[in-house]
Structures are given as structure tokens and as C-alpha cells.
């Protein structure tokens, strides 16, 4: 049984970062990046990477992940995969990171979209068919339902997946991705994606 809850809100968490949009209402959730400053009983602080501090209502039963660096070499024909990106000038996409979806995970939020990492940027959910090497890094060539990408990955980009946690990981100075609901005045944390020792979730 526990192993089914923690593959259920692995699961969750993950069509966090998959779905292609989210939805344009104003009760729709977000998601905001950044550095915990603190954390109290129903409650967290956070600074985000506009610079602006954000106060956030923390749940009990909050869903938390932990992101963690994954090697390159662990990405094979047939991984399922999800890829930030952006169009190069020479018409290309090159990552900006790499998350390799555990198995139970494959085919969440499959396609390519627009993503909200940095200007301009793109998702891609898809299935591996090919990782090769190219001119300027390795090449992933990916297939999803709607269509084919091929995403240059240079050495230097992020390759993560991630694991269900708890609270601990809920420290000051940890680098975390929050997903809330705004509430009247304030936000309600839905799920947060949380690096250890340091670690920034790239996605």
C-alpha cells in the first residue's frame, strides 16, 4: 500500500510540470521558483527569482518531491522524458534541462507546448528514439503522439528525475518550485518540488 501512495503522488507532482497549459482562470494554479527562507506551521516563506518575497499558505498534507541529478547515460531508446527548451537562431531546440519520467510516469502530459522557465521557452514530454552525438552536445530525437523534435542537449545542461519526500527537506536556503492556488489575498501551496544540500530543480 505504501508503495502505491508514493507512486500516486509521484505521479501528481509530475503532471505538475506536464500539462501543456495551465488553465487561464484567475483561480488557476502557478508556478513560482526560488529559495525557501522559512517555514512555520502553515505557513512558508519564500523568495522568489523576481526578487519578491511571497508568503504562502502551507497545507498538512502538502505533496512534496525531491529533485535530483540524474547521468546523461541513464537516457536510453524508449526513456520517456520531459525537456525544456528554446529555439536556437539556427532553427534548433536546445535544453535547458532534462527530467527522466520513472516508468510509472510514462506518457504524462505527452506533447510539445509552451513553458514558462524563461522567455520563449517550450516543453517536450516524449519517448526517446534515438541519443546521439553532435556537433555541439548529444542530440535526443523524441516522438510523441502529435508528433517528432529533435533537442540538442549540450554537456553542461541539468539531467534530473525526481522521488516522493516529506517535510524535511522544507529547510531555509532550500532551491524549491511551488505550485499554488491564489486564495482572496493569499496563496495555497498545491505541491513543491524541492532540491537537497543545495540542489536547484531546473525544470
Known amino acids: 500500500m505504501k508503495k502505491n501512495q508514493n507512486v500516486l503522488i509521484l505521479l501528481m507532482v509530475l503532471l505538475t510540470f506536464c500539462v501543456t497549459t495551465l488553465a487561464q482562470s484567475p483561480n488557476a494554479p502557478k508556478r513560482f521558483r526560488g529559495v525557501i527562507e522559512s517555514v ?95 556537433v555541439n552536445g548529444k542530440e535526443m530525437q523524441l516522438k510523441y503522439k502529435d508528433g517528432e523534435k529533435t533537442i540538442v542537449v549540450p554537456d553542461n545542461t541539468p539531467i534530473v528525475s525526481v522521488r516522493p519526500a516529506d517535510s524535511s527537506l522544507l529547510v531555509p536556503g532550500a532551491n524549491a518550485l511551488i505550485v499554488a492556488t491564489p486564495m482572496k489575498d493569499d496563496w495555497m501551496v498545491n505541491r513543491i518540488t524541492v532540491g537537497k544540500n543545495g540542489f536547484k530543480p531546473p525544470m
Open 40 to 134: 512555520m506551521e502553515g505557513k512558508i516563506i519564500f523568495k522568489e527569482r523576481s526578487g519578491e518575497t511571497l508568503h504562502f499558505k502551507l497545507p498538512e498534507k502538502v505533496q512534496i518531491s525531491e529533485a535530483y541529478p540524474e547521468n546523461i547515460q541513464n537516457i536510453q531508446a524508449n526513456s520517456y522524458v520531459g525537456s525544456a527548451a528554446v529555439w536556437g537562431a539556427d532553427g534548433r531546440l536546445t535544453a535547458l534541462e532534462v527530467l527522466i519520467f520513472p516508468e510509472a510516469s510514462r506518457g504524462t502530459g505527452e506533447g510539445h507546448y509552451p513553458w514558462d522557465l524563461q522567455k520563449d521557452s517550450t516543453m517536450t514530454n516524449a519517448t526517446v528514439q534515438k541519443l546521439s552525438v553532435g
